[in-house]
């Protein structure tokens, strides 16, 4: 569906034109929990090879409706296919990378994700659970944050990993952290370091913070690889066992 432009030497407008350069992993994730006609519309736009892997990777009763809605497509007026494509664009701009559609890419998208700041991480993994709420799990267990620090670490991991770090941005990390969990956090230091930790005051710049935290989030990782612990344990992701 090509919407004709207002001035002819431009060519056609092309709406889906952005379907185009993508997998089919992304394909399947932009359009789970879209309505049939919505499926319909966009698959119309695919070439029919790439059209034909989406369909076989769907449910048969969900297969079939929206083989019988491509035959209508007709009936649909343009301005409502226009929007179809602007609600697609839109979400897609909020999918994760290829990368992290690859089957078994847990851990490429963990990693990818430990080098956001904290609030794109944030939203690519709420992107990630609304369309692939399994890989979300996966991957869930392999993102550590600041706040997944304080909360999962036990003591004695929690001293070793805080000592390693600058009294400096220890402090600015502890920023806005709840006054009980910062007593458990200097508690663990050795009492030289308690003595010299001192709080930052007054509001401080949320970049400086979340930077301060990611230095303490590198150091775990560290740990981590220098065989400290398990994380997937840590997170609750480890194999159990009664």
Known sequence: FQEEGSEEEEGPIKPFEFLAEMTDEQLIALLANEDVPVIAIALAQLEPGK???????????????TLIELGSLQDIPLEAIVEVAAKLKEKASYLPKPIEFSRGGAKEIADLIGEMDADEGERYMQTL???NP???????????????????FPDGILRDLMNSVELDALAM???????????KVIGNLPQ?????????????????????RKIIVTSAKQMEKDGAFNLADMMGGGEMIE
């Open 51 to 65: 059209r034909m892997a989406i369909l076989e990777r769907m449910e048969p009763e969900e297969k079939g409706k």
């Open 129 to 131: 659970q609304n369309e």
């Open 134 to 152: 399994e890989l979300y799990k996966d991957v869930k267990i392999l993102v550590l944050t600041f706040e997944d620090i304080l909360a999962n």
């Open 173 to 183: 990390a502890m920023k806005g952290v709840e006054q009980e969990t910062i007593d």
């Open 192 to 212: 030289k370091k308690q003595a010299m930790f001192e709080p930052v005051e007054g509001p401080q710049p949320k970049r400086e913070v979340d930077d301060a």
